[in-house]
């Protein structure tokens, strides 16, 4: 189940992988790393909050021994912040219904904490005065919870229904990671670039309301009215034709012939041969 779950939230590793080692930097200082831990508490307090009162999860999982989050906030604490309660929280976050949502929710979960020994060695060397509680490997290994996890998702996996739900849990749970890190760092764009709120601030008013127009024309296109194309006399022909039924034979008489007569049964010249005259009567 673990490999499948590697495979089908494949798309996902890349910007989850990015928004965990984003402290990873040259200019890495103790203000981004506070930013970092915040941003990271507001996640996956609400998390391992919902975990814990999910219904039987715990007699798949070691819960007691799983959770991080009393490292985080001793490490938020030495950074001087007193009450982490304080901190903003995301707010997609929601009680699981079941144990596979769950268990989706904490491959994300231990995925991110798979990259803590990277991070702690960056630390080490990048800043080395600072707390570390949370990055550092001590009563269980990184491997030990993800063979238990491994074994959990095995077990509740077999059933195929159970399995997709799983799977859909996994991809919740990184669309949400990445959009609290993307919405928690607004400062975070490439270096010389605008935030689309001042292009649009300092765009003119007369390509501001463009710009408007064109939006709305894009999702809720306004069909243009059809005209009559002039074309050559035996196309207008099949395009009126087409109009009604009735009109069908006389159009296609039209495209293979020339010359014109004006019938009883319509009302508009059309093109027959002469030999075709009985048609039309």
């Known amino acids: 189940m673990v490999s499948r779950l590697d495979r089908e939230t494949e798309p996902y590793h890349h910007a989850a992988d990015s928004d965990r080692m984003s402290i990873m930097t040259p200019g890495s200082s103790p203000a981004s790393y506070l930013s ?3 941003r990271i508490y507001g996640f996956e307090g609400p998390v391992e909050a919902a975990l814990a ?3 039987r999860l715990d007699t798949m999982l070691d819960l007691r021994g799983r959770t991080r989050i009393r490292l985080l906030r001793a490490d938020l604490f030495a950074l001087g912040i007193v009450d982490a309660a304080t901190l903003p929280r995301c707010p997609s976050v929601f009680p699981f219904r079941h144990a596979a949502a769950a268990l989706g929710w904490t491959y994300a979960i231990e995925r991110n904490r798979r990259l803590h020994g990277i991070i702690e060695r960056h630390l080490d060397d990048a800043l080395p005065d600072q707390p570390r509680g949370y990055f550092a490997v001590r009563d269980r290994s990184a491997g030990e919870r993800w063979r238990e996890l491994g074994d959990a998702l095995d077990r509740i996996g077999r059933v195929p229904a159970i399995g997709d739900q799983i799977v859909l849990a996994a991809r919740s749970a990184f669309r949400c990671q990445h959009s609290w890190y993307q919405l928690s760092i607004p400062q975070r764009r490439a270096n010389g670039s605008q935030h689309a709120g001042d292009r649009a601030r300092r765009r003119p008013r007369h390509r501001r309301a463009v710009c408007r127009r064109a939006q709305r024309s894009q999702v809720h296109p306004q069909p243009r009215p059809r005209r ?6 035996g196309r207008r022909v099949v395009h009126m034709a087409a109009r009604c039924p009735a009109r069908v034979r006389y159009a296609r008489v039209a495209r293979s012939h020339g010359s014109t007569l004006s019938t009883r049964s319509t009302n508009c010249a ?7 005259r009985s048609l039309a009567r």
């Open 36 to 38: 970092f831990l915040s």
């Open 53 to 55: 009162m999910t219904p």
């Open 228 to 233: 009559s194309p002039r074309m050559p006399h």
């Open 270 to 276: 059309l093109p027959i041969t002469r030999g075709s």
